[in-house]
């Protein structure tokens, strides 16, 4: 499996962005698709979860309300919808994939429960 993460930039406070996450290889293997950022010095951050199948979502409190997770399955993408950025949301933005069927919503915040992640893209966002 394979990940490719685009769609960062530089974006002035309050603007928008939206990430996408190409997935090739084996798509029948993920169950779960997240999205993590890490900022220099800080640990890779949990943002936001969405189940392949079912496509139940979960978000950070962080960003609820303003980032929104989706997915297109027939072109095996993931998308982050960003809204009303923030300097502090400044970060490189991950894409990762979940292969295992029965991972809880709880292990999903934690990247040591993704199996696969993609290079990132670097988000900036300027006051």
């Known amino acids: 499996v394979q990940l490719q993460a685009s769609g960062g930039g530089l974006v002035q406070s309050e603007g928008s962005l939206k990430l996408s996450c190409a997935v090739s290889g084996h798509t029948f293997s993920i169950y779960h698709m997240g999205w993590f950022r890490q900022a220099p010095g800080n640990e890779r951050e949990f943002v936001a979860v969405i189940a392949w199948r079912g496509g139940n979502t979960i978000y950070a409190d962080s960003v609820k309300g303003r980032f929104t997770i989706s997915r297109d399955s027939a072109k095996s993408t993931v998308y982050l919808q960003m809204n009303s950025l923030k300097p502090e949301d400044t970060a490189v933005y991950y894409c990762?994939?979940?292969?295992?069927?029965?991972?809880?919503?709880?292990?999903?915040?934690?990247?040591?429960?993704?199996?696969?992640w993609g290079r990132g893209t670097q988000v900036t966002v300027s006051s």
């Open positions: 990762a994939v979940d292969a295992h069927t029965r991972s809880t919503w709880g292990a999903l915040r934690r990247p040591g429960s993704y199996d696969y």
